[in-house]
């Protein structure tokens, strides 16, 4: 598997219309980490989730914006900005604009984990 071409990959059914498409890593966890393509339609939001290790997402095309727990208000995103979310830290983004937006978003596990727990209120 050292070279990948993202067009022979097939784009896996992702939930409100975005797809996905797995470029590093498999159902039996035989990588460190997981890398994929995610193409996303306007409008589209991931919801408020966390994971259990860091993630790292890089916007290639589109615009949106994303809130990351503890970094303060929504922050706009696009092209050439990547975000690292911390393990256990709130986050989510959304597509603003009129285009899709693409993104490659790096998993530090074998498995891909997204936890929606909502917050524990006092």
Same mark, same amino acid.
């Given at each position: 598997?050292?070279?990948?071409?993202? !067009?022979?990959?097939?784009?896996?059914?992702?939930? !409100? @219309?975005?797809?996905?498409?797995?470029?590093? %890593? #498999?159902?039996? @966890?035989s990588t460190p980490v997981r890398l994929g393509?995610?193409? =996303?339609?306007?409008?589209?939001?991931?919801?408020?989730?966390?994971?259990?290790?860091?993630? /790292?997402?890089?916007?290639?095309? %589109?615009? @949106?914006?994303?809130? /990351?727990? %503890?970094?303060g208000d929504l922050m706009a995103i696009g092209? %050439?900005?990547?975000?690292?979310? +911390?393990?256990?830290?709130?986050?989510?983004?959304?597509?603003?604009? !009129?285009?899709?937006?693409?993104?490659?978003?790096?998993?530090? =596990?074998? #498995?891909? /984990? /997204?936890?929606?727990? +909502?917050?524990?209120?006092?």
């Amino acid at each position: 598997m050292p070279v990948i071409h993202v !067009d022979t990959v097939p784009p896996e059914a992702f939930h !409100d @219309g975005a797809t996905y498409q797995t470029l590093v %890593g #498999d159902e039996a @966890g035989s990588t460190p980490v997981r890398l994929g393509l995610q193409v =996303s339609p306007p409008g589209f939001c991931t919801g408020e989730h966390q994971h259990p290790y860091m993630e /790292i997402v890089t916007v290639i095309e %589109g615009e @949106g914006e994303a809130w /990351i727990e %503890g970094e303060g208000d929504l922050m706009a995103i696009g092209p %050439g900005v990547t975000m690292v979310f +911390p393990p256990r830290v709130r986050h989510y983004f959304r597509v603003t604009g !009129d285009l899709p937006m693409k993104i490659y978003g790096v998993h530090a =596990s074998p #498995d891909r /984990i /997204i936890m929606r727990e +909502p917050p524990e209120k006092p």
